[in-house]
């Protein structure tokens, strides 16, 4: 059982204050009948609540798929420049989103923005190996050597990379699929063949790809077939 206000405060668009206000002027019924005070306990798995006749889905938690633009932060302590969460829209907005792993502030693509702490930390456990697939710019073109030495594993300074795999594009370009997720790694690992990474954009996880329609700097709800894709990497 869950106190109204709460509950609704809880799904991001109004706040127990607003929730107040609303059952004050009789906007929220729940059932079917006007609530009559918004500290009223309620079962959140049946009560059917609604607002101006509009029911509420709740929602335990959610799940947004961002397109990450260049200059945004995904750590939340020490940093200057804009943090990702400034991106979530209002209406999507509640207490406890967080990024769901980092990338680097001139990083672009695709990162989970949830409130479920439990489902991030299986994502993120490093004996998950979960796949993530980057799209790397150079200022050389990649050569098969570096993709042999990737396959190898590369030596850094705190020891030697996981097998990493490595797909030459056209021009500079290739794609490089890690299952760790070391400091700057891409950026060492190609610093050590010769290279410099000059883009680096993360199309995937797992069998989660980045979708094409989802502006760079915009996010939504993941949907059902891709919460599934998300929870296979768990």
């Known amino acids: 059982m869950e106190r ?8 991001g668009k109004y706040s127990r204050k607003d929730v107040k206000q609303l059952v004050a002027r009789r906007r929220v019924t729940v059932d079917g009948g006007v609530a009559k005070s918004a500290d009223v306990k309620v079962d959140e798995t049946k009560a059917i609540i609604a607002i101006d006749g509009i029911p509420l889905t709740i929602k335990k938690n959610l799940y947004l798929l961002l397109n990450k633009p260049k200059g945004y932060v995904s750590s939340t302590e020490g940093h200057d420049g804009a943090y990702v969460l400034e991106l979530v829209p209002e209406e999507l907005y509640r207490d ?23 489902m ?22 990649p050569t098969e050597e570096m993709v042999a030495k990737f396959k190898e594993g590369i030596s850094l300074s705190e020891g030697l990379t996981k097998p990493a795999e490595m797909e030459i594009l056209e021009e500079n370009t290739a794609y490089v699929t890690l299952v760790e997720g070391r400091y700057h790694q891409i950026k060492r690992m190609f610093a050590s063949c010769g ?20 502006p760079v ?3 939504r709800e993941l949907t059902e077939e891709e919460l599934k894709l998300l929870e296979e990497l768990v």
């Open 120 to 141: 991030a930390h299986r994502i993120l456990a490093p004996k998950k190996h979960v796949k993530k697939k980057y799209l790397v710019t150079l200022d050389v073109p």
């Open 4 to 11: 109204l206000d709460k509950l609704i405060a809880s799904q």
């Open 96 to 118: 406890g989103l967080f990024p769901a792993g980092r990338l680097d502030k001139d990083t672009t693509g695709m990162m989970i923005i949830t409130d479920d702490g439990q």
């Open 217 to 219: 700097g915009e996010m």
């Open 195 to 214: 290279a410099t990474v000059v883009g680096l954009h993360r199309v995937s996880m797992g069998n989660l790809a980045l979708p094409d329609d989802l």
